[in-house]
């Protein structure tokens, strides 16, 4: 993976997306150990709009790895407001750093970002198209809550439609086969067909879609939550009577499994209830940490930093 | 109707009827400098209906680009006023420069210069997608 960009998570096989998962997990138990591993390095954050945690994320992955980070936050402060291409700015930050995480409000720019740099490109979210390391931290939350990213019941509920995370992540676990997925929303806000066709080419992987949370919930191993907004309706009344049916709470959660994990990309508005943070099941603010992880494992590989002590997965295993 | 034979040059045959101009500013043919014939809507036995481009003197089509705006059609190449060769274009697996992307989120719409560029995601549905954003590319 040394010089790899990572603009979508075809760029991974799914041999190396184990690997990351196996190398995140290391890292978790092995912080101190790891903290020189990028001793040297520089990371540029390109963000030409703003998102904080996601910045924050890249950031704090390679600091934690012993790296330095320069960058920008929200285009009006960069070089973009005189007129500068992507390309060219990526030409020019190539000779300062060693890896670039770019997030831009443009489909495609983090593709058109790895084609001008020298150096490899991770794409930290590029309009509604693509946030790889969005699904890589779902993954890991899957991992570290079941050993495993197969063989689970997977609802997804809400806003199925517009969602690019829970899109990305249907792929990605189709990628892997044996799961059963649950689709859990309104008829406005259904999954798109060609989703739906991804499960359909899985032989292992299978799909229902409902429309109600409550009667499916007992039956799922993880529920990923996306919000329902105001603004796909076409009209208030169908909002208003839908709203509150893709809201969970204790009283929802009471019907899950008690090993359920409840996964959401955040950020939240009113779509998980407040109480239901105190749940053990409640696991997205885990996932935010496996986001940091994830994004430590990926800046190290594709610089080419070995993690000291780190023993990679024995291939066998990977394919087993 | 009866268009006088070319002597040399080519005749793209099939074309879906209606679409020749539009297949003729795909090919960067320009009309107005070429000498050639367009037969618009006529009776096809295979599609019902379709158009025929002739034109005069040798040109050189791009095979690739004719396939992607008009998969049906056909090239007969003229010398001396008999059809000495046909060809028949496929569905290439990349496009580039010939269409833009209507996604107005795409990043093509910003940076002015990178090219367009297509890739072929279905054969039998003809889906092309964009190369940046993966929009579904329309003509």
């Known amino acids: 993976m040394v010089g790899k960009s990572v603009v979508t998570l075809d760029d991974l096989s799914t041999n190396q997306i184990l690997e990351m998962l196996h190398k995140a997990e290391y890292i978790d138990a092995h912080r101190k150990e790891v903290s020189h591993t990028c001793e040297g390095r520089v990371l540029a954050t390109l963000f030409y709009e703003p998102s904080t945690r996601t910045r924050l994320s890249f950031e704090t992955a390679m600091l934690r790895l012993g790296g330095k980070v320069i960058g920008f936050a929200g285009a009006q402060l960069a070089s973009v407001t005189k007129g500068e291409t992507i390309s060219d700015t990526l030409k020019t930050v190539s000779n300062y750093v060693d890896v670039v995480a770019i997030r831009h409000p443009k489909e495609g720019a983090a593709l058109v970002a790895s084609r001008a740099a020298s150096v490899p490109v991770i794409n930290a979210g590029d309009g509604g198209h693509m946030h790889p390391t969005q699904t890589l931290a779902d993954l890991a939350t899957l991992q570290s809550r079941f050993g495993r990213i197969t063989d689970l019941t997977v609802g997804l509920c809400g806003d199925l439609t517009f969602g690019r995370t829970v899109h990305s992540l249907i792929e990605t676990l189709c990628r892997f086969g044996n799961v059963r997925f649950i689709l859990i929303s309104p008829d406005e806000l259904k999954t798109p067909q060609y989703v739906i066709d991804r499960i359909n080419a899985t032989p292992t992987c299978s799909y229902v879609e409902v429309r109600d949370l409550a009667s499916v919930i007992g039956d799922l191993d993880v529920l990923y939550m996306t919000r329902v907004q105001k603004e796909r309706f076409f009209n208030e009344d169908d909002y208003l009577r839908l709203r509150d049916t893709y809201i969970l709470d204790e009283e929802k959660l009471s019907l899950a499994k008690p090993h359920m994990a409840v996964l959401h990309p955040l950020p939240r508005v009113n779509e998980i209830a407040v109480e239901v943070d105190d749940d053990p099941r409640a696991a997205y603010f885990e996932q935010v940490k496996n986001g940091m992880l994830m994004r430590m494992a990926l800046e190290s590989s594709v610089v080419g930093d070995d993690l000291p002590g780190y023993e990679p997965l024995n291939p066998k295993e990977v394919q087993a | ?139």
């Open chain 2, 1 to 139: 109707m009866e268009v006088t034979s070319i002597v040399n040059g080519i005749i793209i045959d099939h074309v879906p009827a209606g679409t020749s101009l539009k297949v003729l500013e795909y090919l960067k043919i320009d009309p107005s400098k070429t000498k050639l014939a367009l037969i618009m809507n006529t009776t096809s036995k295979r599609f019902g209906s379709k158009d025929i481009i002739k034109i005069e003197d040798d040109k050189d089509i791009d095979l690739d680009v004719l396939g992607f705006v008009a998969r049906q059609a056909t090239v007969d190449v003229v010398r001396g006023g008999r059809i000495v060769e046909k060809k028949q274009p496929h569905l290439p697996e990349h496009v580039v420069g010939v269409i833009k992307c209507v996604n107005p989120r795409c990043v093509t719409t910003s940076e002015h210069d990178i090219k367009q560029m297509f890739h072929l995601v279905h054969s039998d549905r003809l889906e092309y997608r964009c190369d940046y954003c993966d929009e579904e590319a329309k003509l």
